[in-house]
Nanobody
Framework: VQLQASGGGLVQTGGSLRLSCAAS????????MGWFRQAPGKEREFVAV????????YYAYSVKGRFTISRDNAKNTVYLQMNSLKPEDTAVYYC??????????????????WGQGTLVTVSS
């Protein structure tokens, strides 16, 4: 099973991007799925997570109100819609699978399967 993230690119401040995360196998519907990001020289940080039903979403304070996580279990895909982008959003964005259905994870070490990352660059 692999996760494939896509949709990154170069955008100006205030612009929008939509990231996608597709799984090679039927893995996404059974799991909570998260997005993380890592800027140069910084640790990987939590961005957003969506429960496996899609009924609950959680966001980092820095992106709340600007980013929206969603999922289409029929398409085995998770999305991250990013609006009002800022230069500080520049990072490699990773999707990841949380193996524990009994709680929602907010730390990278709680996730067991990662996509390869997609670079988002926001110019000022």
């Amino acid at each position: 099973v692999q996760l494939q993230a896509s949709g990154g690119g170069l955008v100006q401040t205030g612009g929008s991007l939509r990231l996608s995360c597709a799984a090679s196998g039927r893995t996404i519907p059974a799991y909570h799925m998260g997005w993380f990001r890592q800027a140069p020289g910084k640790e990987r940080e939590f961005v957003a997570v969506i429960t496996r039903s899609g009924n609950n979403t959680y966001y980092a304070y820095s992106v709340k109100g600007r980013f929206t996580i969603s999922r289409d279990n029929a398409k085995n895909t998770v999305y991250l819609q990013m609006n009002s982008l800022k230069p500080e959003d520049t990072a490699v964005y990773y999707c990841a699978r949380d193996p524990n259905p009994l709680r929602v994870g907010f730390r990278a070490r709680e996730y067991d399967l990662w996509g390869q990352g997609t670079l988002v660059t926001v110019s000022s």
